[in-house]
Each structure stands twice: as C-alpha cells, then as structure tokens.
T-cell receptor, first 114, second 112 residues
Framework: AQTVTQSQPEMSVQEAETVTLSCTYDTSENNYYLFWYKQPPSRQMILVIR??????QNATENRFSVNFQKAAKSFSLKISDSQLGDTAMYFC???????????FGTGTRLTIIP | EAGVAQSPRYKIIEKRQSVAFWCNPISGHATLYWYQQILGQGPKLLIQFQNNGVVDDSQLPKDRFSAERLKGVDSTLKIQPAKLEDSAVYLCASSLEYTEAFFGQGTRLTVV
C-alpha cells in the first residue's frame, strides 16, 4: 500500500516571500502520479499541480512549482511571491497510473502573513 | 461547466440515527468517489464507482455505511446507525477516465 507523509503540520510566511512544503511517499510502483491540492475554508479540494512520475522535468504552474526527486521519493511544493489567497491547507496526494484513486497526506496548514 | 454538487452542506445528528448524503458529479464523468475527511487528517477513500459499478469499497465500513450510484450518475452515501467517530467531512469527487478528480464542497457531519 502507498503512504504519503507531510512532516510540517503548520507553516507561515510573509506575503511576497517564497515557501516550500515538503512531502515524501512510499510505493513499489514505477508509474504513478503525484499531486498537490489546496483546501481553503470552503472545504473544496482544488488541484494546484500534478506530476507524472515518468517525466523527469518538474511541473510548474505560474507561481507554483515542484521539486520531484523520484529516487528519494520526495515531492516538495514551492510557492513563489506568496499571496494572501494562498492561505489554506495543502495536501500532497498519490495515485497509481491508470487509477485516479488518491492517497492523501495529513496536510500542511499554510498561513500567509500580510 | 457546473462542478460537483453535494448536499446538504452541514448535518447534525444524534448517535444511532441515520443520515444520507447526495452527490451529483460533473456531467459525463464516469468515475465517482466518496472520501471521508476526519478533522486534522487527509481525506480517505471510502468507495469508488465506475459508471454504476463498484471498483473499490475496501475502506467502507459495510456494517453501517452503504452507497449507491443509480443509472451511473447521482450517488447517495448512507450511514446507519451513526457513531460519534463518524463526525467528519464527506467529500464527493468525479473524473473522466485517467484524468484529474474534481471535488465538491463536501458535507460536514457532526454526530452528538
């Protein structure tokens, strides 16, 4: 079974600064997907970024980028130029190739300070 | 495009009562998921449907939880009888095959 670990329960950063959220995972599979989801107080999970394990290039989406280290089974999220609207819970998640069923970590509560 | 709709948004019941949650996925999405998110934890999959068939219900407590997806569209998740530890947010999500899952806003259940 796959496991996802987020070791930072809470983080805070000043507005406009850069912050990195950590995630490690365990799997015996070679092909899989990794995700970062954002959950604001509205509770709706919003996809931030997605990485396919077979791609060596790290995914980027505007201010969001990942550092994917397959051998180390590490998948961190970097948020550049942080904004107040980035305040939320962030969940790292794993899915096997061919099945969108998600295994989530326990989340990191990120607070952006004005 | 309309998103995943869930109702109700909030529900408070006493233990041993029954409760049902409803989910309407995005039109055309064949796969539907129910996740349980206990406070302070990440969501955990309860059941996955492909059209109206069950793909995975290994984490569903079948002695008290049941779910159905009639005609491969809407889905209902039921708890009977509820226990205090069932207090959680219940999230519904849907996806096309091999694509990202879209989530609804969830139902917050409080069992007292």
């Amino acid at each position: 079974a796959q496991t996802v670990t987020q070791s930072q329960p809470e983080m805070s950063v000043q507005e406009a600064e850069t912050v990195t959220l950590s995630c490690t995972y365990d799997t015996s599979e070679n092909n899989y997907y990794l995700f970062w989801y954002k959950q604001p107080p509205s509770r709706q999970m919003i996809l931030v970024i997605r990485q396919e394990a077979y791609k060596q290039q790290n995914a980027t989406e505007n201010r969001f980028s990942v550092n994917f280290q397959k051998a180390a089974k590490s998948f961190s999220l970097k948020i550049s130029d942080s904004q107040l609207g980035d305040t939320a819970m962030y969940f790292c998640a794993f899915a096997n190739f061919g099945n969108e069923k998600l295994t989530f970590g326990t989340g990191t509560r990120l607070t952006i300070i004005p | 495009e309309a998103g995943v709709a869930q109702s109700p948004r909030y529900k408070i019941i006493e233990k041993r009562q029954s409760v049902a949650f409803w989910c309407n996925p995005i039109s055309g999405h064949a796969t539907l998921y129910w996740y349980q998110q206990i406070l302070g934890q990440g969501p955990k999959l309860l059941i996955q449907f492909q059209n109206n068939g069950v793909v995975d219900d290994s984490q569903l407590p079948k002695d008290r939880f049941s779910a159905e997806r009639l005609k491969g569209v809407d889905s209902t998740l039921k708890i009977q009888p509820a226990k205090l530890e069932d207090s959680a947010v219940y999230l519904c999500a849907s996806s096309l095959e091999y694509t990202e899952a879209f989530f609804g806003q969830g139902t917050r259940l409080t069992v007292v």
